[in-house]
């Protein structure tokens, strides 16, 4: 099982793996993690019968002489039954230990590759799924003087943790919208092409006389008006001319226009109401001069979008497709986002009255409903779950059915009421692919998929506001980004360089610190830090539209604890850029 863990993660050397054998039973311990547990099994799984079969005293002349398969038979064992279901009825026999803690896989030599054990000699049958769900409080939570009193979860990199996210997210899905105001942020999901011209018509470019560019200079009788209305109009013949206002069809046989400044009025009705002859001054016109031939714009069947463009706020995708008479688009789902605050401390914020000794305004809530929304995806607001088994288990249950992603916030982190991370793997089968990064803020930011199409993402912030609002920007929007069509380094927040204007005090973690960005009378980009950078203080985000991404102290390698003064950082830009005033 080393070995095989070795190959996927360097972390393996951490783990303490025991097998044995009691009586007739192969005992092998498995990691806690679902994801860790099934490799390690997968690793050791074709072994299995033959460990089974010799633990119940089969000895090797027998099975080497070919006698294997009647053994297996006798030991109830299977190398060609369906391991996979076996492994899961197994894994999840292991209710009551605390989630972090080792699994245990007991492989009985009576029992080995049945999905229905029948209890007794010393096993215990598989629970139904259903009922391992089923936890009480403290087989979840376990005692206090039995938590870890380290984090089990590894430490990664900010990069490592944006690889995890992205390899981890289902892939986008495909719906079909009607082109109107709600089509801004959808990415396309297939080229569009144009199903009309534009122009549909030969239409003029300017206010003017419509001519046959080869008549020339000279005094012509007006013989038509061209409106930009629908409708029909005669053709003209040489030694005619038409008037004809901007956008308006040109007069079939009618080949330029010449612009009303550069013609006279020669003869008018006596009522002086209407042009009879009109002088051109302008020569050696060109063919289609001031016209927009048929198409000229857009040709019909042309490609107008391709699949992954972007339907920006700026409007020039919306107008494209309308012009070329769109009504409808393939285009990738944006995923409804669930809120969850967590914490009993926690209240809601328009809770009238004061605050009793404890108690917290939810500000995480509001916070991240008004960011996911104004990044233009909807959100449903989950309430507020009090820090129980339970209370979490329904709440999130009753998200998976609503949501395609879930924020959560608080209890991720080394307190005996933290248990977001044992719920989600224990209660929903969950992976958990990271539960620390090394930043600040956000140390405990834990993401995990649920088992659930093609996994349900989860990100569980750490309840600090500072903590849950940067880790949003940073981790939860560009995953939000990808599953709505985004690819590559485009799920991801623009970066720019920027000059701080004060000394910054370096961090021991890599430091995302709040600051607002403007643009000075140069042109430079100017960061000047938010103030107090607790991870408690939401503050530090108000006024914010940047995170100067400062290395940790101890990255910086020589004896420097700041960021001097006039230093140009990398800053990811979560907000809209200021003029300096
Ligand atoms: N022994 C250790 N303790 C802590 C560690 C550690 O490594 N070892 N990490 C610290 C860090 S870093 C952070 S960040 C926090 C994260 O804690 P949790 O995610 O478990 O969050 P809670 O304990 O539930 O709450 C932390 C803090 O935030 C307040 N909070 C929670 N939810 C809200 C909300 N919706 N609105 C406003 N404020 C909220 C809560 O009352 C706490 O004050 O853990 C450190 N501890
Ligand atoms: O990482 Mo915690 O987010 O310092 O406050
Ligand atoms: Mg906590």
Do not use: W
Request: charged share 20%; with cysteine.
């Amino acid at each position: 099982m080393l070995a095989a863990s070795l190959k996927i993660t360097p972390f393996a050397m951490m783990s303490r793996p025991v097998a044995g054998v009691r009586n007739e039973t192969v005992i092998i311990t498995l990691p806690g993690s679902p994801k860790g547990a099934k490799e390690n099994l997968e690793s050791i799984i074709k072994l299995l019968p033959h460990a089974c079969i010799q633990a119940a005293g089969g000895d090797s002349r027998t099975l080497h002489s070919g006698g294997i398969r009647k053994l297996e038979k006798e030991a109830g064992v299977s190398t060609s039954s369906n391991q996979h279901d076996h492994q899961h009825s197994h894994l999840h026999d292991s209710g009551g230990i605390a989630s972090d803690e080792v699994a245990t896989a007991s492989i009985g030599a009576s029992g080995c590759g049945h999905h229905h054990h029948h209890g007794g000699g010393g096993h215990h049958a598989p629970k139904p799924r259903t009922q391992q769900q089923d936890f009480k409080s403290n087989e979840i939570s376990g005692t206090v003087t039995r938590r870890h009193r380290s984090s089990p979860y590894p430490m990664i990199s900010v990069a490592q943790a944006h690889e995890l996210i992205s390899s981890n997210l289902p892939p986008p899905t495909i719906v079909t919208k009607t082109v109107d105001t709600d089509l801004v942020g959808y990415i396309l999901a297939a080229d569009v092409t144009a199903q009309e011209a534009v122009p549909a018509f030969r239409a003029s470019i300017v206010d003017g006389y419509a001519v046959l560019h080869t008549d020339g200079v000279g005094i012509y009788p007006v013989v038509a008006v061209s409106h930009a209305s629908p409708g029909e109009i005669a053709p003209l013949k040489a030694g005619e001319i038409a008037r004809i206002t901007t956008g308006a069809p040109l007069p079939p046989g009618a080949t330029a226009v010449v612009m009303v400044e550069d013609t006279r009025i020669s003869k008018a009705t006596e009522d002086g109401e209407e042009e009879l002859e009109i002088e051109i001054l302008a020569s050696g016109l060109e063919e289609m001069e001031n016209v927009r031939e048929v198409g000229s714009d857009v040709k019909l069947g042309e490609v107008v979008l391709r699949k992954g463009a972007e339907i920006t706020a700026v409007g020039g995708e919306v107008g494209l497709l309308a012009s070329v008479g769109i009504k409808e688009v393939r285009v990738y789902k944006k995923p409804v986002v669930g809120v969850l605050s967590t914490g009993d401390e926690v209240v809601n914020h328009d809770r009238p009255g004061g605050l009793s000794l404890g108690e917290v305004r939810d500000s995480n809530r509001p916070t991240l409903m008004a960011a996911v929304k104004a990044r233009g995806f909807e959100y449903v607001d989950l309430g507020i779950a009090k820090d129980q088994p339970g209370t979490l288990k329904d709440v999130i249950r009753e998200a998976l059915s609503k949501v395609d992603v879930i924020i959560t916030t608080g209890g991720v982190s080394m307190g005996e009421k933290d248990l977001l991370k044992p719920t989600i793997e224990r209660t929903f089968n969950g992976t958990i692919h990271f539960g620390r990064v090394a930043m600040k803020p956000g140390k405990p930011t834990t993401f995990a998929t649920i088992p659930i199409d093609q996994g349900r993402p989860i990100f569980s912030l750490p309840g600090n506001p500072a903590s849950a609002t940067v880790t949003f920007h940073l981790f939860v929007l560009p995953a939000l980004r990808q599953l709505k069509g985004h690819i590559g380094n485009d799920i991801h927040l623009p970066k720019a360089l920027v000059t701080v204007d004060r000394e910054i005090p370096l961090d021991p973690r890599p430091e995302f610190h709040r600051a607002t960005i403007k643009i000075d009378k140069s042109g430079e980009l100017v960061a000047r830090s938010t103030g107090g950078q607790r991870s408690s203080r939401i503050g530090s985000l108000e006024a914010a539209n940047a995170l100067l991404c400062l290395p940790a102290l101890t990255e910086v390698g020589d004896k420097r604890t700041h960021i001097p003064r006039g230093d140009k950082v990398e800053a990811l830009l979560i907000g809209e850029l200021k003029v300096d005033i």
